[in-house]
């Protein structure tokens, strides 16, 4: 499936870019799509953080990201990083205490809000303390005259609230923004939304919201959570791209989820769970069929016994059961292959292994596939080259299945 974001620059008065605005789209047309803003909210944090990449979206500056009421009620910004993101709250969100006491907890946190002027239109008791919490005042030049501009900016500019003049369609309207105190700019006049896009593994069976409640768990171990994260080959492919962007500094490539969750930990885990559990909950999104899901961890985990005939209980064993994964989503089509590799820290043998380059990982994945398919002479082949008795192979595939089998039974009084 490939997703989209948009993200619109905000200029300062030397006309370089201090910040984006990122914006939801589920197409390569540049416009809202009809949908609340709960869900464009999570699917806009999914897509930018976990999908396209927040570096790569952000440039190093801050990004402006629209959150409702409801998810400020969850907290939701809470689990996406401070530096990185500035909170900016949505047209339709009225002013009360439970929204001033929300602010106030971000800002003990280190996070930017911004607000929209609208705000500044209402009569309500809690308008001037809301305004001394917030960073950055939005105008939209387009609803609003120049009479009411002038008492906005002058509430604003006594709190020392920055000013934002957004959409600018002329030079007119720009010079007018400039010369009343405004410090950043956005708008048409300089730049329409562009659009990046890039594939997203859709969700297979396990809840994301299961997962959250499993990890919560006082007594849950990292090998827990390994076993739990290994289950769901999507949620593994999101953590594994997501540990290897520039933000998290790797030293070293991550090609096995206990590897990424002991770099990544078990609170990290949590965090980024929760925000894929608020998406589940808030768009229903549809599943793979559990046939081609319990498929492709019967691949993996037989990959992987495998792998421990050949190589005992090295670290290597789990990158066997990754490439397992691997190698079958390539089969389902929803993501091109040499655009999955590249987003992946995997090591060399597996690159190459995914690509049909010969090695170990290769002759392990092409048993495996002769297995599923029942290619006799291949197997026999492949057992003598690898050195393991068809009778324990055999064995292993019975286990790969009945391990699948468990996890769906486990799995399914949550669906």
Not at 35 to 55: K, P, V, Y
Not at 222 to 235: A, G, Q, T, Y
Not at 332 to 338: E, G, R, S, W, Y
Not at 355 to 381: F, P, S
Request: charged fraction near 25%; hydrophobic fraction near 40%; proline fraction near 3%.
């Amino acid at each position: 499936m490939e997703v989209f974001v948009a993200r619109q620059p905000i200029f300062n008065q030397q006309e370089g870019i201090f910040a984006y605005e990122l914006l939801y789209r589920n197409t390569n047309i540049n416009e809202f799509p009809n949908i609340d803003g709960d869900r464009a909210t999570t699917e806009l944090i999914i897509n930018s953080f976990l999908n396209i990449g927040i570096d790569a979206l952000s440039e190093g500056r801050p990004c402006f990201i629209n959150f409702t009421e409801k998810l400020l009620d969850m907290r939701l910004p809470s689990y996406v990083c401070s530096k990185k993101v500035v909170v900016e709250l949505v047209e339709t969100t009225r002013p009360s205490r439970n929204l001033l006491e929300i602010i106030k907890e971000m800002k003990k946190n280190h996070y930017r809000i911004a607000i929209n002027s609208h705000m500044m239109e209402e009569l309500n008791p809690f308008v001037e303390e809301i305004l001394g919490q917030v960073d950055y005042m939005k105008v939209d030049f387009q609803k609003t005259d120049e009479n009411l501009r002038d008492i906005i900016n002058k509430r604003a500019l006594a709190s020392n609230t920055t000013l934002i003049a957004e959409k600018i369609e002329t030079n007119e309207e720009y010079l007018e923004a400039k010369s009343n105190g405004y410090s950043l700019f956005q708008g048409y006049y300089f730049s329409k939304p562009a659009i990046f896009s890039t594939f997203e593994i859709p969700a297979c069976f396990t809840s994301y919201i299961e997962m959250s409640s499993f990890i919560s768990k006082e007594k849950t171990t990292v090998n827990d959570i390994i076993e739990f994260l290994e289950r769901d080959p999507s949620l593994s492919y999101k953590i594994l791209k997501l540990i290897n962007s520039p933000a998290y500094k790797v030293k070293e490539k991550i090609y096995h989820i206990r590897q990424a969750v002991e770099q990544f930990g078990p609170f990290e885990i949590e965090n980024w769970i929760y925000v894929l559990a608020a998406r589940e909950e808030l768009t229903q999104t549809s599943h793979l069929s559990l046939d081609v899901a319990k498929l492709c961890l019967t691949r993996g985990r037989l990959c992987e016994g495998i792998g421990r005939l050949r190589n005992g209980q090295s670290e290597k064993i789990a990158g066997y059961f990754m490439s397992g994964i691997l190698s079958f989503m390539n089969s389902v089509k929803t993501i091109p292959l040499d655009k999955m590799i590249d987003s992946l820290p995997l090591n060399e043998e597996m690159v190459k292994a995914l690509m049909g380059e010969q090695n170990e990982y290769k002759d392990v994945l092409d048993l495996a596939v002769a297995v599923e398919k029942a290619q006799w002479k291949m197997i026999g082949d492949l057992c003598k080259k690898l050195k393991i008795m068809e009778t324990d192979l055999f064995k292993l595939y019975a286990e790969a299945i009945n391990w699948s089998n468990r996890v769906f039974l486990e799995d399914i009084c949550y669906l």
